[in-house]
């Protein structure tokens, strides 16, 4: 299996920009989980997901982030308008069973909002 | 909310050398999971252990759920052990520690 897939890998934009940030889970896994990783804060989950099914977005910082999962096999995490907050690593990760089995991170996607 | 605290934060070693991380956490878990974050970012999954100990390689981790603990375990670490090793509590969903970052000097 190639893993959980992120693209794009890096990502700049300007302030006000909408920013899309997409994700593959690996085939089978029915749980996708988006965190977002800075120095400050460290790792955060920001929602997760259970057959496509938004469970818990508490950790969503604003109404400008929003997450979709229209199939088993895609997610997205949308930022609209971006701030230069928001610049941080975006990492998508899947597995079997949410929480209670191990779970496998993509590769992230760097954003910076200038 | 659960506090999840690992110890030391930074670790600078010598090829070769043994070294033990530590993870504490403030609550009970349903289980605790530790990854590797090597220089270029990628996470890796380095155990799933609810209790008891588990071995991989030069790797081992051991948790004692009852005394809310887990500790990762490296011998003869090499070079290519660099990087920030996280744990993370399940509470339903993972709760990460802040990181120890190792540095493993040839």
């Known amino acids: 299996d190639a893993g959980v897939i992120q693209s794009p890998r890096h990502e700049v934009t300007e302030m006000g920009q909408e920013v899309t940030l997409r994700c593959k889970p690996i085939s089978g896994h029915d749980y996708l989980f988006w965190y977002r990783q800075t120095m400050m804060r460290g790792l955060e989950l920001l929602i997760y997901?259970?057959?496509?099914?938004?469970?818990?977005d508490s950790g969503m910082p604003e109404d400008r982030f929003s997450a979709k999962m229209p199939n088993a096999s895609f997610s997205t995490l949308k930022i609209q308008p971006s701030e230069p907050r928001d610049s941080a690593v975006y990492f998508c990760?899947?597995?079997?069973?949410?929480?209670?089995?191990?779970?496998?991170f993509g590769s992230g996607t760097q954003l910076s909002v200038l | 909310g659960i506090q999840v605290e690992q110890s030391p934060p930074d670790l600078i070693l010598q090829e070769g050398a043994n070294s033990t991380l530590r993870c504490n956490f403030s609550d009970s878990v349903n289980n605790l999971q530790w990854f590797h974050q090597n220089p270029w970012g990628q996470l890796i999954n380095l155990f799933y252990?609810?209790?008891g100990t588990k071995q991989n390689g030069r790797l081992s981790a051991t948790t004692v759920a009852t005394e809310r603990y887990s500790l990762l375990y490296i011998s003869s670490s090499q070079t290519t052990d660099s990087g920030v090793y996280f744990c993370a509590g399940n509470t339903g969903k993972l709760i990460f520690g802040q990181g120890t970052t190792l540095q493993v000097k040839p």
């Open positions: 252990i609810p209790s």
């Open positions: 990760a899947s597995s079997l069973g949410g929480a209670n089995e191990k779970l496998f």
């Open positions: 997901f259970n057959n496509n099914v938004p469970i818990d």
